[in-house]
């Protein structure tokens, strides 16, 4: 595999001689600088699309929702090689209070500079170079950009038309690589969702006095946390059946009642369930529901009723270390860096959970870092951007091959 995939190294140094650090700088500011947060990405399509203009790429914009467009190039291949599509999102959580975007000789600040303008940047400068160096690959490289990527705003509009667009043909990748994440190969997440449960009482909300508190079904949460503490027990001793690690459980809301004296008759439980290739979301949900329903029963409280509801439930995804993509990273990785980049799994779940399971494409993710995403001193190292852009680049010869160069 390694024969195959390896890329000429004389051609490959002219390609990396291409990547120029200043002008990679300079345009992850430059993004930056753009506001897009989610449901008002259209700046950052925009600032994309400029990007594929100014180097003559055919650009498409697929609207995947009223004023919200997708972002795409493809560069045609001249056949007999594998097509390539990187993929990335171009809106970013809210600005709120985080740094304004400035940049020094080592990082890049601002919002969206890790998370993951940058990676965007590297992907344009990484082809850009392949261009430049006269360099014609075999198969098609396709460069794409989706909104509606961040939660709670975002509903994964730009990747589930994304997913749209290739099942209808008119993209048609042998995989997917993410420009986002730590400077490593992710190839494999944890399916995750977020799980309600609820306790209902069969009365009415009256004034505490009326109601022995014996009787208070707000004493049923310790039965539903009692739950979830053997639940989280269990997990913890089960082997991991996943890179990404073992299966998890957390709780970040807790409702119960809306005033002093009045007898609370709804109780809400909310947190993240994460889960691996051994498990899946129904078999999760169905987990949770007997959870509730025993903690209801255990209660003591006439009436009482547990039911368990899953939101934005994602399936666990792991791309083989000896997939063809995994391999060209780790190639491209050893070259730039002088030594193969290393394989993770991550609990955190993002775009590629969708892409690998709707589409049963191999997916993998390779980015600048993921130390300050959506914090408020979010930065990205320049010398990051750099690496990255040279290993999208060598990856992009490897992966789709060469056919030749001017």
Same mark, same amino acid.
């Given at each position: 595999?390694?024969?195959?995939?390896?890329?000429?190294?004389?051609? $490959?140094?002219?390609?990396?001689?291409?990547?120029?650090?200043?002008?990679?700088?300079?345009?992850?500011?430059? &993004?930056?600088?753009?506001?897009?947060?989610?449901? #008002?990405?259209?700046?950052?399509?925009?600032?994309?699309?400029?990007?594929?203009?100014?180097?003559?790429?055919?650009?498409?914009?697929?609207?995947?929702?009223?004023?919200?467009?997708?972002?795409?190039?493809?560069?045609?291949?001249?056949?007999?090689? @594998?097509?390539?599509?990187?993929?990335?999102?171009?809106?970013? +959580?809210?600005? $709120?209070?985080?740094?304004?975007? @400035?940049?020094?000789?080592?990082?890049?600040?601002?919002?969206?500079?890790?998370?993951?303008?940058?990676?965007?940047?590297?992907?344009?400068?990484?082809?850009?170079?392949?261009?430049?160096?006269?360099?014609?690959?075999?198969? #098609?490289?396709?460069?794409?950009?989706?909104?509606?990527?961040?939660?709670?705003?975002?509903?994964?509009?730009?990747?589930?038309?994304?997913?749209?667009?290739?099942?209808?043909?008119?993209?048609?990748?042998?995989?997917?690589?993410?420009?986002?994440?730590?400077?490593?190969?992710?190839?494999?997440?944890?399916?995750?969702?977020?799980?309600?449960?609820?306790?209902?009482?069969?009365?009415?909300?009256?004034?505490?006095?009326?109601?022995?508190?014996?009787?208070?079904?707000?004493?049923?949460?310790?039965?539903?946390?009692?739950?979830?503490?053997?639940?989280?027990?269990?997990?913890?001793?089960?082997?991991?059946?996943?890179?990404?690690?073992?299966?998890?459980?957390?709780?970040?809301?807790?409702?119960?009642?809306?005033?002093?004296?009045?007898?609370?008759?709804?109780?809400? +439980?909310? $947190?993240?369930?994460?889960?691996?290739?051994?498990?899946?979301?129904?078999?999760?949900?169905?987990?949770?529901?007997?959870?509730?329903?025993?903690?209801?029963?255990?209660?003591?409280?006439?009436?009482?009723?547990?039911?368990?509801?899953?939101?934005?439930?994602?399936?666990?995804?792991?791309?083989?270390?000896?997939?063809?993509?995994?391999?060209?990273?780790?190639?491209?990785?050893?070259?730039?860096?002088?030594?193969?980049?290393?394989?993770?799994?991550?609990?955190?779940?993002?775009?590629?959970?969708?892409?690998?399971?709707?589409?049963?494409?191999? %997916?993998?993710?390779?980015?600048?870092?993921?130390?300050?995403?959506?914090?408020?001193?979010?930065?990205?190292?320049?010398?990051?951007?750099?690496?990255?852009?040279?290993? &999208?680049?060598?990856?992009?010869?490897? &992966? %789709?091959?060469?056919?030749?160069?001017?």
């Amino acid at each position: 595999m390694a024969a195959e995939m390896a890329a000429p190294s004389a051609l $490959g140094e002219r390609v990396l001689g291409q990547i120029d650090r200043d002008a990679l700088a300079a345009d992850c500011l430059a &993004y930056v600088s753009v506001k897009s947060e989610t449901g #008002d990405e259209a700046p950052g399509s925009e600032f994309l699309a400029q990007m594929f203009r100014k180097r003559g790429w055919k650009l498409e914009l697929d609207q995947a929702a009223p004023g919200r467009a997708n972002v795409a190039a493809r560069l045609p291949g001249t056949g007999g090689g @594998r097509t390539l599509l990187v993929n990335g999102h171009v809106d970013t +959580i809210p600005i $709120g209070k985080s740094w304004p975007p @400035r940049r020094d000789d080592a990082w890049v600040w601002g919002r969206g500079a890790e998370d993951m303008k940058a990676g965007l940047v590297a992907m344009v400068h990484a082809a850009s170079a392949l261009e430049q160096a006269g360099v014609r690959l075999k198969g #098609d490289l396709w460069l794409s950009g989706v909104v509606g990527h961040e939660t709670p705003v975002g509903k994964k509009e730009g990747p589930l038309r994304l997913i749209e667009r290739i099942r209808d043909g008119h993209i048609r990748p042998d995989a997917i690589l993410i420009a986002e994440g730590p400077c490593a190969i992710w190839r494999a997440s944890l399916g995750s969702a977020i799980f309600h449960l609820a306790l209902r009482a069969a009365r009415e909300p009256v004034h505490t006095l009326r109601v022995p508190y014996a009787e208070n079904p707000v004493r049923a949460l310790r039965h539903v946390m009692e739950g979830l503490d053997r639940l989280s027990e269990t997990l913890a001793t089960r082997p991991s059946a996943s890179l990404a690690g073992r299966d998890q459980l957390n709780v970040g809301i807790v409702v119960a009642g809306d005033y002093p004296n009045r007898l609370p008759v709804e109780l809400r +439980i909310t $947190g993240t369930r994460r889960w691996g290739p051994d498990s899946s979301a129904a078999e999760v949900l169905e987990q949770l529901n007997g959870l509730a329903e025993r903690a209801a029963a255990a209660s003591g409280i006439a009436g009482l009723t547990g039911e368990a509801s899953l939101e934005a439930p994602r399936e666990p995804f792991e791309t083989p270390t000896g997939d063809l993509l995994v391999a060209a990273l780790r190639l491209a990785g050893e070259k730039v860096g002088g030594e193969a980049p290393e394989e993770i799994g991550l609990a955190l779940v993002g775009d590629a959970s969708l892409y690998a399971n709707e589409l049963a494409v191999p %997916c993998v993710y390779y980015g600048p870092g993921y130390e300050t995403a959506h914090s408020d001193a979010e930065r990205v190292s320049i010398d990051r951007v750099v690496h990255i852009a040279r290993v &999208y680049a060598l990856t992009m010869m490897t &992966y %789709c091959g060469v056919a030749d160069a001017v």
